[in-house]
C-alpha cells in the first residue's frame, strides 16, 4: 500500500479492500470484485480510480483548501438556511476552479486506455467515493454524486470535478456531522467505470439480508427496466424477489417468492445529446413481465452469495452486503456494479427485540391512507406536507414528513423527523433506507398522502403490521414492549408460534422459539391468492360459458364475467391459472419457513368454513350455504370428496414444491378436523397421491374433536402426531358454537372436561413416543391452563407472538416444580 498512496490513479486490478483509505469504500471494493471475484465468474466492469492523493493535490495546487475550511470551520447544520448557504458557497469554489493539467491528462490517457481504441463503446459512469464511505457502521449511500453515459475524456474530466464537489453536497455535510467525521479531513476519490448497457435491459439492488427484518437466511433482489438510479433513488416499484441462501447452497432452485412492480417509467441514454440520461414511460406489455427469468434471479443470488463470503471472510466477521447490479440489454449479460456492507440490519442489537402495539383498535373512519411500511414502529406527530427540497426550512423537528419522495437532499430534515410518508417508493427507495438508518417508522407508495392528510394536523404512523402500514388521524395511544433475548431462560417444553401472515413471521424470527407450531394457510388464501381454488380450475369452462353468453349477459353470466375478469387481473402473468394458486400458497409457505429455518414449522392444510370459502371470487360457485359451517363441510371430509379433492391437490403440490424445489425440508404438513380413522387413511392416501411421499415428511392432525381422543390408538397408528386445538376441542365436548356469543361465557378449556381430554391426548402420544403439541389459544389466556399443560408434561406450546416472551420465563419455573 505504500507505493500506492504517491499514485493519482490506480486500476481495479491493483486495487482491494484495504485501499480505502485512498479511493474509498466504493472503488474498494470494487477493486476487491474485479481482482478477486472475476476469477469466479461474476462479470465486474473494469475501470479506474483517482486517489486521494488526487483529491489533496486538486485542493492544494488551487488553493482552496484554506478556503472551504473557512466556510464550514463554526456550521451549525441544523440551522438549514445556513446550511444551503456555505454548502452552495464551497461547491462553487471547487467547480470554478480547475483541474491541474497534470490530472487532466492523466485522466484523458487512462480514459482512453479503459475504451479502447476501436471500441464503439465510449461511454463510462463516474461515481464518487468518499475514504469515509460504506463502512460497515455508516454506509453514507447516495451522499454524493454519480453521473451516467459520459462521453468523452473532456466530459469525464467535467463530471470529475462535480463528483468532487458533491462532497459538499448540504446532504453530505449534514451527514458527516451527524456521523462525527470532519468536514475537511475526508477525501474524495472518484471512480471511473465502463457503463454496462442497462438502457436497454434492466437493473437493481441485491441484499443479503432482508433490510426491513433481519432475516439472514435469504437474498432480497429488486428489478427495475432501465439504469439503476431509478431504483436507487425510489422512483418507482420494482420487481421483488426472495432466495432461500442455504438451498442456493445446497443446489436447489430456492427462489422463495416473486413479486411484480409496477414500473412505471425507466431511464435510459439520452441519445439527442441535450444530457446523459431521461425518462421515459414503460409500454404496458414490458410493465406486465418480470425483468429477469428464473435462471438470472439465480445468477444473481448465487453471486450476491459469493460477494458477501468473500466480504466476511475479509473482515473475519459476518457482513452482509448492499450490491448493484446491471443487466447490459444488447449482449444479456449481468454485471456487478457496486457493493457495500448493510449497515442498518447487521448493526441493531441481536438480543433486544421489541414490539409496538395502538392501546385501542382505532376507529375505521380515522384511517386515512396505507402503503408500504418500513420499520415495524408507531410514532405521531404534526404533519408537514412538503412539495419540493427549496421548501424544507419551513420542517420543524419532530413533525412527520409528508412528500412526493425523498432523495439525499432531503436528509437534513430527515433525521429530524418523527415519521416519513411519501406518494411514491418502495422498499428500497431512499425514503426507506434511510428511515432505517435513522430508526424512525416510514410509510411509501401511499399514491397520494400530499393530497389526503392535511398539513398541520396530528397523526398517528403505523408500522406495527410488518406489510402494510397505515395512517391515522390524531395522535393514539401505542405501546413498546422490550424484550432481552439475552435474559430468556431454556425450558424442556419446546416453546413455538403460531403464524398466520408470512411477514409476521419474518418480522419474528430472531424471536427464541423452537419454531412453528401452527402456520395457517387461510391468511395466504384469504388475502395473496383471493380467489376460490376450484374457479382456477375451470377458468376456461367459466370463461367459455362467458363467450357463449357474450350476447346478452345478465343476472348468472353477468357475475361470471365479472368473475373471469378479477381472475385476469389477479393471474395475468400466468396462462395455467392453477400454477397461480400453487406459486402464491407455496410462496407464503416458504416465507414463513425460511424465516424460522432449520427448526421446524407445521403448515395446516386450508381450514376455511364454507362461508369463508363462498367469500373468495368465484367462491359462491361452488360453496353451499350452510346452517352451522363450524361442524359442517370443513377439513379432510371436504379434501377427498370429489368435489374438492383436485383443489386439495393444490396445496399439497404448494408444499411439495416448497420442499423439492426451495429445499425447505424444516416444512411439516397437519390435517384440521379429521373425524375418523377411516378419514384420516384417506387423506394420507390423498397426500400421496399429490405427490408427497409419506416417507419423507411428518404429518400431523389436529386433535379437536372427541373421537380424536377417544380412538387416539387408532388415529396414531396413521398420523406422527397431535396439535391439540383446544378452541374446536372445547366447543364440541360441550356442546357450544363458538361463534354464539350468547353463550359464550358459560366455559373454558378449563373446563374438568376439557381438560381431561387434553390429558389423555397428552398421556396417549408420551406413551407412543409420538409428538403432542397444542396449537390453541387457551394457554395465552389462562396461565392455569398452561400450567396443567405443563404439569402433563406436554411436549410443545404453540403461542402468537405477543404472548410467547411471558411465557417462557414462568414455564422454568413451573417446570422446576413438575420435572
Same mark, same amino acid.
Given at each position: ?11 481495479? #486490478? ?38 486521494? #492523493? ?9 488553493? @482552496? ?152 437466511? @435469504? ?41 411484480? =412492480?409496477?414500473? &412505471? ?99 375505521? &373512519? ?57 406518494? #411514491? ?91 412453528? =407450531? ?141 420442499? &423439492? ?107 407412543? #413416543? ?50
Amino acid at each position: 500500500m505504500e507505493e500506492k498512496k504517491d499514485k493519482f490513479i490506480l486500476w481495479f #486490478k491493483d486495487i482491494s479492500i484495504e485501499d480505502t483509505p485512498l479511493v474509498g469504500g466504493k472503488n474498494a471494493a470494487l477493486g476487491e470484485m474485479y481482482g478477486s471475484l472475476t476469477k469466479l465468474g461474476i462479470n465486474v466492469p473494469n475501470g479506474f480510480a483517482l486517489t486521494s #492523493k488526487a483529491y489533496w493535490h486538486f485542493l492544494e495546487d488551487t488553493g @482552496i483548501r484554506e478556503k472551504i475550511e473557512e466556510i464550514l470551520s463554526d456550521l451549525d447544520v441544523h440551522d438549514i438556511k445556513n446550511l444551503q448557504k456555505r454548502g452552495k458557497k464551497v461547491r462553487e469554489i471547487i467547480l470554478e476552479a480547475e483541474l491541474p493539467e497534470n490530472l487532466k491528462d492523466i485522466i484523458r490517457e487512462a480514459y482512453q486506455e479503459l475504451i479502447g481504441d476501436n471500441s464503439k463503446s465510449k461511454d463510462v459512469a463516474v461515481r464518487s467515493s468518499a475514504t469515509a464511505e460504506d463502512l460497515p457502521t455508516a454506509s453514507f449511500a447516495g451522499q454524493q454524486e454519480t453521473f451516467l453515459n459520459v462521453r468523452g475524456a473532456e466530459d469525464v474530466i467535467r463530471a470529475t470535478k462535480k463528483c468532487i464537489a458533491s462532497l459538499f453536497t448540504n446532504r453530505a455535510i449534514s451527514y458527516r456531522a451527524d456521523q462525527g467525521f470532519p468536514q475537511t479531513k475526508i477525501a474524495l476519490s472518484v471512480g471511473i467505470q465502463k457503463m454496462v448497457r442497462s438502457d436497454k435491459g434492466a437493473s437493481g439492488v441485491n441484499f443479503t439480508i432482508d433490510p426491513e427484518t433481519g432475516l439472514k437466511n @435469504i437474498i432480497y433482489i429488486t428489478s427495475t427496466w432501465g439504469l439503476g438510479e431509478m431504483i436507487v433513488q425510489g422512483k418507482i416499484e420494482g420487481d421483488e424477489f426472495y432466495v432461500f441462501k442455504e438451498g442456493l447452497k445446497l443446489g436447489y432452485r430456492a427462489i422463495v417468492s416473486k413479486k411484480m =412492480g409496477s414500473k &412505471e417509467k425507466k431511464l435510459i441514454y439520452d441519445e439527442s445529446g441535450n444530457k446523459d440520461t431521461k425518462e421515459v414511460v414503460v409500454e404496458k406489455t414490458e410493465r406486465e413481465k418480470f425483468t429477469l427469468t428464473d435462471d438470472e434471479i439465480l445468477k444473481l443470488a448465487k453471486w450476491s452469495l459469493a460477494i458477501e463470503e468473500h466480504f466476511s471472510k475479509k473482515a473475519n466477521e459476518e457482513r452482509p452486503m448492499d450490491i448493484e447490479w446491471a443487466k447490459d440489454g444488447i449482449t444479456e449479460e449481468l454485471f456487478i456494479v457496486q457493493a457495500r456492507p448493510e449497515t442498518v440490519q447487521s448493526q441493531k442489537d441481536a438480543n433486544s427485540f421489541s414490539t409496538y402495539q395502538l392501546k385501542n383498535n382505532p376507529l375505521e &373512519e380515522t384511517l386515512i391512507i396505507s402503503g408500504d411500511a418500513v420499520g415495524n414502529k408507531i410514532a405521531t406527530g404534526r404533519a408537514r406536507i412538503i412539495k419540493t427540497v427549496e421548501e424544507i426550512d419551513k420542517f420543524q423537528k419532530g413533525e412527520a414528513l409528508i412528500t412526493e419522495m425523498t432523495d439525499p437532499d432531503w436528509e437534513p430534515i430527515m433525521k429530524e423527523a418523527s415519521a416519513i410518508i411519501t406518494n #411514491k417508493g418502495g422498499r428500497t427507495s431512499h425514503a426507506a433506507i434511510v428511515s432505517r438508518e435513522l430508526g424512525i417508522p416510514a410509510i411509501v407508495g401511499t399514491g397520494n398522502a400530499t393530497e389526503l392528510i392535511k398539513d398541520g394536523e396530528e397523526i398517528t404512523i403505523d408500522c406495527s403490521n410488518p406489510n402494510t402500514g397505515k395512517i391515522y388521524r390524531g395522535a393514539l395511544e401505542f405501546e413498546e414492549k422490550v424484550y432481552k433475548l439475552k435474559k430468556i431462560p431454556k425450558t424442556k417444553t419446546k416453546l413455538m408460534l403460531n403464524i398466520g401472515s408470512p411477514d409476521q413471521a419474518m418480522l419474528y424470527h430472531s424471536l427464541p422459539v423452537a419454531g412453528v =407450531g401452527l402456520a395457517r394457510e387461510e391468511f395466504i388464501i384469504a388475502s395473496e391468492i383471493r380467489i376460490h381454488p376450484n374457479a382456477l380450475l375451470n377458468y376456461e369452462k367459466i370463461k367459455n360459458k362467458c363467450a357463449s353468453s357474450a350476447h346478452s349477459l345478465k343476472g348468472r353470466d353477468f357475475k361470471l364475467k365479472k368473475i373471469i375478469c378479477q381472475i385476469d387481473e389477479l393471474t395475468k402473468e400466468y396462462k395455467n391459472k392453477k400454477e397461480y394458486y400453487i406459486d402464491k400458497l407455496a410462496a407464503g409457505i416458504a416465507k414463513i419457513g425460511v424465516a424460522f429455518y432449520p427448526r421446524p414449522v407445521i403448515i395446516r392444510f386450508s381450514d376455511f368454513k364454507t362461508n369463508e370459502y363462498r367469500s373468495l371470487i368465484g367462491g359462491a360457485l361452488y360453496e353451499p350455504k350452510e346452517g352451522n359451517p363450524m361442524i359442517g363441510w370443513r377439513g379432510v371430509s371436504r379434501y377427498y370428496s370429489p368435489e374438492f379433492e383436485e383443489a386439495f391437490g393444490l396445496e399439497v403440490k404448494a408444499i411439495k414444491k416448497v420442499r &423439492e424445489e426451495i429445499g425447505l425440508k424444516n416444512i411439516e404438513v397437519m390435517v384440521p378436523f379429521c373425524r375418523t380413522p377411516q378419514e384420516g387413511e384417506k387423506v394420507v392416501k390423498l397426500i400421496e397421491k399429490y405427490g408427497l411421499e409419506r416417507k419423507n415428511v411428518k404429518i400431523y392432525v389436529m386433535c379437536e374433536i372427541p373421537a380424536n381422543v377417544i380412538q387416539a390408538y387408532e388415529f396414531l397408528e396413521i398420523f406422527d402426531g397431535f396439535s391439540i386445538g383446544s378452541n374446536d376441542l372445547t366447543q364440541l365436548t360441550l356442546g357450544i358454537d363458538r361463534d354464539n356469543e350468547t353463550i359464550s361465557d358459560i366455559t373454558n378449556e378449563n373446563n374438568e372436561s376439557v381438560k381431561e381430554l387434553v390429558r389423555i391426548a397428552i398421556k396417549v402420544c408420551r406413551e407412543q #413416543k409420538k409428538y403432542i403439541g397444542i396449537c390453541g389459544q387457551a394457554p395465552s389466556d389462562f396461565p392455569e391452563f398452561a400450567e396443567f399443560l405443563v404439569k402433563n408434561k406436554i411436549e410443545s406450546i404453540s403461542l402468537n407472538p405477543d404472548t410467547v416472551i411471558p411465557l417462557i420465563e414462568k414455564v422454568a419455573k413451573w417446570e422446576e416444580k413438575y420435572y
